[in-house]
Structure formats: structure tokens, C-alpha cells
């Protein structure tokens, strides 16, 4: 590996690839497709990645190609999955309701062009419940997840 912003890029595109729905907190509405240019830190958790549904509403990304960083994290319970940099993320609905939390969905077009599939509300609710009953997390890595 050289060093610099590619050796994290490469470092993490060896790691197992995760498919499903990851978590932002929000303070927008995404309207137009953009391509990231550096990973993308997300959480499979939504309490974690809205700091306590601090966020006034929630991405939700549907990823083809995040690499899930948990376990190897000196914060595992932030359950991280990281977006590759060449992942397009585009706006596949507007902000609505889920539960009683706004919630806009996304969807990940992979570097190679895989495009991820699109999630109901009843998917999202029943993603979406474990992190509406849980109590309440440390928040390790304020703006992380969230950036207010």
C-alpha cells in the first residue's frame, strides 16, 4: 500500500462487503444524486447514527457495496459500515414518515454500477424498530454519523 487517502480506501475495500440498510442522521433532504468523493461513515444502528433521534430526520441508505467496519472499530456497538468513495447515492423518495420518524430513503449505486433495490415502509419500519425501543447509546464519535 502507498500511503496516503488511497491506502485507507484500499484497506477498506478488502473488508467483507455488506448489503442492507445503513443509517445517517439528517438535516436535509437529498435531491440530487452525488458521487462520494471519501468513505462515508453509516451505522446499521439508527439511534446510533441519529445520536439519539437528535436528527431531525434519517437517511436511509440502501447499500450494494459498504464494507462493515463494526467489528474491527475501537467502538464496535457504533455498528459502522463505510461507503466507498465511486458510490452514487441517490434520492429514491422524498422525507416521510416511518414510525413517526422522518425518513428519507436512498439508494447506493456501486462503483461497478450494481444498483441497490428499493425498500418499502413496512421494511423500513420493521429495520427500524429495534433502535426505537433500545436505550438510549453513549454517543463515542459525536458528528459522526450525524452532522448537525
Do not use: C, Y
Amino acid at each position: 500500500m502507498t500511503d496516503g487517502p488511497g491506502r485507507l480506501e484500499d484497506a477498506l475495500a478488502k473488508l467483507p462487503i455488506f448489503r442492507g440498510v445503513v443509517w445517517r442522521g439528517a438535516g436535509f433532504e437529498l435531491t440530487t444524486p452525488f458521487t462520494l468523493q471519501a468513505p462515508l461513515p453509516t451505522s446499521k444502528d439508527a439511534r446510533v447514527a441519529s445520536e439519539n433521534f437528535r436528527a431531525p430526520s434519517l437517511h436511509a441508505i440502501v447499500s450494494v457495496s459498504g464494507r462493515e467496519i463494526g467489528p474491527l472499530s475501537r467502538h464496535p456497538a457504533e455498528a459502522e459500515v463505510a461507503l466507498l468513495p465511486g458510490s452514487t447515492l441517490t434520492p429514491a423518495t422524498g422525507v416521510h414518515l416511518v414510525e413517526g420518524f422522518s425518513v428519507q430513503v436512498v439508494r447506493e449505486v456501486s462503483p461497478s454500477g450494481e444498483i441497490a433495490p428499493m425498500v418499502s415502509d413496512d421494511d423500513l419500519a420493521l429495520i427500524l424498530e429495534p433502535a426505537r425501543f433500545a436505550p438510549r447509546v453513549d454517543i463515542t464519535s459525536p458528528g459522526r454519523f450525524f452532522v448537525e
